[in-house]
């Protein structure tokens, strides 16, 4: 199979995976579901993506990219202070979290009894830890902590009030809009944990 091919069976099994897993969700859905919706073999689903939680992965790490992602890191690394950094942190939360929650809802409910999810899980949530503590030793670096509170600490509230559970919680639940969700993160992170 040529590449350009392979890339057009590979998108089709991703808008298939898309539009049967984020209706159907994790438990409902089979490969086979989705093979037939993209029109290719159980076994060729299998070949690109090795499971289901794997069709998830790469599910997610599309979506991810094309929130921006990988710039809105890229702009929070720029900063030249702490509380810039925080600020695009939380600027990259806003923009993507809209676009990857219902992934992110859907690796959360699989976790359970899938490992392979389970692991997906815990990967991310520790990448989106490790970010937290990146902003938060340079906000200490730069003198910025409230005093009693160390870096890891202030980096573990943040990735809290961060979470996709938050997220679900006022935005999805509570009707709260992005731009109200981002003032109150800042207000609340800026008044629990900064001088």
């Known amino acids: 199979m040529s590449s350009s091919r392979r890339e057009r069976t590979r998108s089709r099994i991703l808008d298939a995976g898309n539009r049967l897993l984020l209706e159907g969700g994790y438990h409902r859905v089979g490969l086979e579901m989705v093979a037939r919706a993209a029109g290719v073999t159980r076994q060729t ?36 202070d702490g509380l810039s950094m925080l600020r695009a942190m939380l600027d990259a ?60 600490e202030a980096a573990e509230i943040a990735w809290a009030l961060t979470s996709p559970h938050q997220y679900e919680f006022l935005v999805i639940e509570r009707g709260w809009s992005v731009e109200r969700y981002r003032a109150h993160l800042e207000e609340t992170i800026s008044a629990r944990l900064l001088t």
């Open 45 to 80: 689903v299998y070949d690109q993506f090795g499971s289901k939680a794997g069709l998830l992965g790469a599910m997610i790490a599309r979506s991810e990219e094309l929130a921006g992602l990988p710039l809105h890191l890229q702009k929070v690394m720029s900063q030249t």
């Open 93 to 152: 939360v806003v923009a993507v979290e809209p676009l990857v929650y219902p992934y992110s809802r859907l690796v959360y409910a699989a976790r359970l009894d899938d490992p392979v999810a389970a692991d997906m899980w815990n990967a991310r949530m520790t990448s989106r830890r490790a970010g937290m503590g990146i902003v938060f030793a340079r906000l200490a670096s730069d003198g910025r902590l409230r005093r009693g509170i160390g870096p890891e």
